[in-house]
């Protein structure tokens, strides 16, 4: 896969993502993510399982969101604040407030989360 074609492929699903596609996220990102061999291909995992987490959340899967928003934000914390021209350390802290608040209420509630969007700072680049 091309250079151009890679970046492509993740900035669709970014924007699918910032949508709340979760599921398109994932299928867009898990293609993209299978091919790599990058130094971010971990990072690219984590974004999909934080994906994922959301979509079991807007989905009442209180369990398997808080496994896959956990798991993913341990991955995404690996990577430079900015990696990508992401800002992956206001996602790392935006996922990180949610788990709290799902942790802290009560157990088959689902509090009203703000759910976060992951801004592109500029052209793509490794970490």
């Known amino acids: 896969m091309s250079a151009d074609a890679r970046i492509k492929e993740f900035l669709e699903g970014i924007e699918q993502f910032n949508k709340q596609e979760f599921f398109d996220c994932h299928e867009t990102l898990e293609h993209l993510w299978m091919h790599d061999r990058s130094a971010e291909r971990e990072l690219i995992q984590g974004i999909i399982q934080i994906a ?3 979509y079991h959340y807007l989905r009442s899967n209180r369990v398997g969101a808080l496994k896959l928003l956990t798991r993913g ?18 996602l790392a802290m935006d996922v990180s407030s949610n788990i709290q608040e799902i942790e802290n209420s009560e157990k088959d509630a689902f509090p009203p989360i703000k759910i976060p969007v992951i801004e592109v700072l500029g052209g793509l680049t490794s970490c």
Do not use: S
């Open 52 to 54: 994922v987490g959301y």
């Open 73 to 90: 934000l341990e991955r995404i914390k690996k990577y430079d604040a900015t990696c990508m021209h992401l800002n992956i350390q206001q």
